[in-house]
């Protein structure tokens, strides 16, 4: 069957249809070699349309287990080559998949224009110009007010534990945030993305986290409104999208990215040890000014912001996935220091001057 892919610089590339159907969304990819199952349930890629630069995917089959949410996030999937297992589950799940296309090209494509507006038609009886009418009602990643509504939980979910009490704002929360935490005895709360200060003040936190999730970090303003009233005197963490939320709370600016950073392998540099990690990451958007933060890692690729702390007020957040899954896994005592602050331990904050 034939599928058709119409990108937003005027081209439309013809491939394979392995799941049928029709889309749009914003054109990204991924560097990751393993983790289909996971970035293919990531709700931070609500929205968009996920190209994989690895050629074979599928090659160790499906397992429920591996995912990060309930169902598949991404608009449509894209592949070199899709096996049948995924080509199934995609099926199963109503997302569109094509495969069959020189994924190079497309990736070389993204990387020289950036992330673009694109549409598919995928089937028995699509056309070009069916993909071309989805490109034309796609819209950018910023003009998704609300796209919070579509990955959060719509009413609070709790996590017991019998260590330190989380408020988790789920923006598009992965669960290994949350598998994460609780693994460290925390009693996880985790709240819908608009939650107001005075839900969260009812819990009485000991930490006050705001997780991953899709799009504009502007869009989330509940997420934001509560860090301002809650930050310095409760302590506050964040991961990706959760980053910007708190940057831009507390006096930051973000920016959206050319193309973004997604895949296993961005190297990150610790400004205070000099020490540099694999991360995994999968974000469009950027602290462009940390605010009343203070910037302590940077991409090695880029120098962009990949942790900032609270200059007199415990804070840590990271722009990576400290908690990926399937790694690697150079980064998991950030879960640790997030939870001394909760526990009231010596954090790891700045002094001001």
């Not at 990736?107 to 507006?117: C, F, P, Q, S, Y």
């Not at 789920?170 to 709240?191: F, P, W, Y």
């Not at 980053?243 to 930051?252: D, I, N, Y």
């Not at 540099?276 to 912001?305: E, I, R």
Request: proline share 6%; aromatic share 6%.
């Amino acid at each position: 069957m034939s599928a058709y892919l119409a990108l937003a610089d005027g081209r439309v590339v013809e491939g394979h249809s392995q799941s049928p159907g029709t889309g749009r969304g914003e054109l990204v990819f991924t560097t990751a070699y393993t983790g289909y199952e996971e970035s293919l349930t990531d709700p931070s890629y609500a929205e968009q349309v996920l190209t994989f630069s690895y050629p074979l995917i599928g090659n160790y089959g499906v397992r429920e287990e591996r995912f990060e949410s309930d169902s598949v996030q991404p608009r449509i999937a894209v592949a070199r080559e899709f096996t049948d297992d995924v080509a199934d589950w995609l099926t199963e799940a109503g997302v569109p998949a094509i495969d069959g296309i020189d994924t190079r090209e497309l990736v070389t494509a993204v990387r020289e224009e950036g992330a673009m507006r694109c549409g598919v038609a995928a089937g028995p009886d699509a056309t070009p110009e069916q993909a071309r009418e989805q490109l034309d009602q796609a819209v950018e990643m910023s003009d998704h007010t609300d796209i919070g509504a579509t990955v959060s939980v719509s009413e609070p979910q709790v996590y017991q534990g019998n260590g330190a009490r989380v408020a988790l704002i789920d923006c598009g929360a992965k669960r290994s945030i949350i598998e994460a935490l609780t693994a460290r005895n925390a009693e996880v709360h985790v709240l819908p993305y608009d939650t107001t200060p005075e839900a969260v003040a009812d819990l009485d936190p000991d930490l006050l986290f705001i997780s991953n999730g899709p799009g504009d970090p502007a869009n989330f303003e509940a997420a934001g409104q509560v860090v301002d009233e809650f930050a310095g005197r409760t302590p506050v963490a964040g991961i990706c999208l959760g980053q910007q939320v708190v940057a831009r709370a507390l006096g930051g600016e973000t920016e959206k990215m050319e193309f973004g950073h997604r895949g296993l392998n961005q190297p990150v540099r610790d400004l205070e040890t000099d020490r540099v990690v694999m991360t995994t990451q999968n974000h469009g958007y950027s602290v462009a000014d940390p605010g009343d933060l203070a910037v302590t890692q940077v991409n090695v690729n880029d120098g962009t912001a990949e942790g900032l702390k609270g200059v007199g007020i415990d804070c840590i957040t990271r722009q990576y996935h400290p908690e990926a899954n399937p790694g690697p896994h150079d980064s998991l005592d950030f879960f640790e220091d997030v939870l001394a602050m909760a526990n009231g331990a010596d954090a790891p904050t700045i002094v001001a001057d």
